[in-house]
């Protein structure tokens, strides 16, 4: 890699870093939310799930227009500022609908983070190593997850939990500032040695040229469905084992946080890697990759929710987490490679429309609408066997659609 092109990568780490420090940071102050607010489950899962999904979904395919059109960077740089104040205003808030209405402009700030980064990559790097780059960039979330979750653990137990949004939402308005001056916006196909092409087309035949592809479809549904697992469990641990172990925020926050990233920091590294590596003889193992990992990490989580032992149900996060989240890079490294140079942005935010209203709308929602429903019967564990159920059943479904991708795949990468 250049020298700028690693600058340039550095700062999209940064920008994800911050998006998922801001978004996933609510998971370890929700014990201290629910009981300062004196919100249900059903009212937790609406504002982790619903209520920032629905908007940060929708939101990317219009913002993700502009990117194919108009500067990237500058497109970033605003979307970081948006999410970041309205980060620090969810401190503000006294009760459920001002957090909802704070929490649901986080998402429409966040919208601009992604499908601008990945049309940039695309362009900063040629097809073999675009996994691999696409996988620094996602470090950011395991990264952001680490420090948001020991900020929002410790900060919340010793200054509560409106000091912990304002510590982590303010920088992120300096960063912006760094974005804007200093992110390189490289030339549109450079990198896949590509006739520079000014015209963009109508949203209409971008969305029915994706749709059309049958990889991309087996693609955003496989995501969506592994986004169900994944959201619904991060978003409900801390509660998990607060419930039914009877451990202090400050102890669940340093215990998820350093297993969380490091399991995902080595799953992203080499989820990429074996993609690239892989793929480069038989592009099928692009889609192949996240079917096993799917396929093998996701009866793992069944011990961590069946355990009565605290350090266990902790330990065993370990492995289905850092080989689950193998799937991410080669994931939207396929959909960049399916799709035309002037629909890469277009084409990473419909991925993330179609996986995030799966995922967002059903996964938190689905655990705090079964838990409330399984409370009457398990009291403290109903989290306990909400969690298990949505783990397996859709972990399972996943690996199923990320293999169906595989019989379509080299076809249409021949027509890209």
């Given amino acids: 890699m250049r020298t700028n092109t690693r600058y340039a990568l550095a700062l999209l780490f940064m920008v ?19 009981s300062d607010l004196q919100l249900s489950d059903t009212e937790i899962g609406f504002i982790t799930g619903l209520a920032f999904t629905l908007f940060y979904a929708t939101m990317g395919i219009p913002i993700a227009r502009l990117a194919d059109r108009y500067s990237r960077r500058n497109i970033i740089a605003i979307a970081l500022t948006v999410w970041s104040v309205m980060t620090a205003l969810c401190g503000l808030a006294q009760n459920f609908v001002q957090l909802a209405v704070a929490r649901i402009m986080v998402g429409v700030g966040e919208a601009g983070a992604s499908p601008p980064s990945h049309s940039l990559i695309a362009d900063l790097f040629p097809v073999e190593k675009r996994a691999r780059a696409i996988s620094v960039y996602t470090l950011g979330a395991p990264v952001g997850i680490l420090i948001g979750f020991l900020l929002g ?79 619904g469990v991060v978003q409900w641990l801390p509660s998990y084992f607060t419930r039914s172990f009877g451990l202090g925020i400050g102890e669940v926050g340093t215990w998820l946080a350093i297993i ?13 890697y074996l993609a690239d590596r892989l793929g480069s003889g038989d592009l099928r193992w692009y889609v192949w990759v996240p079917s096993l990992a799917i396929l093998v990490s996701t009866p793992m989580f069944a011990l961590t929710f069946l355990t009565q032992n605290s350090t266990v149900a902790f330990l065993s996060l ?99």
């Fill in 16 to 34: 994800s870093f911050f998006n998922y420090m801001d978004r996933y940071m609510l998971a370890v102050l929700l014990p201290a939310i629910k």
């Fill in 153 to 231: 653990g410790w900060i919340t137990q010793l200054y509560g939990w409106r000091a912990a949004l304002f510590t982590v939402g303010i920088p992120g308005i300096l960063l912006a500032l760094v974005i804007y001056r200093k992110l390189h916006e490289p030339e549109r196909g450079a990198a896949d040695g590509l006739p520079r092409n000014t015209e963009i087309q109508p949203f209409w035949f971008t969305l029915k040229t994706l749709m059309s592809s049958p990889t991309f479809r087996h693609l955003s549904f496989a995501t969506g469905l592994y986004t169900v697992l994944w959201l």
């Fill in 260 to 272: 969380l990233s490091t399991s995902q920091i080595i799953g992203m590294v080499a989820g990429g």
């Fill in 318 to 416: 370990f492995l289905p987490f850092m080989i689950g989240v193998m799937q991410g890079p080669p994931t939207f490294a396929v959909a960049q490679g399916l799709a035309d140079v002037r629909m890469r942005a277009m084409a990473a935010a419909l991925l993330l429309l179609i996986t995030n209203l799966i995922g967002g709308g059903i996964g938190p929602q689905a655990v705090g609408i079964m838990s409330d429903y399984l409370a009457e019967q398990h009291k403290q564990d109903s989290l306990r066997y909400s969690l298990l159920a949505v783990s397996l059943v859709f972990g399972l479904w996943s690996s199923l659609h990320y293999f169906l991708a595989g019989k379509t795949i080299r076809r249409e990468f021949r027509k890209s």
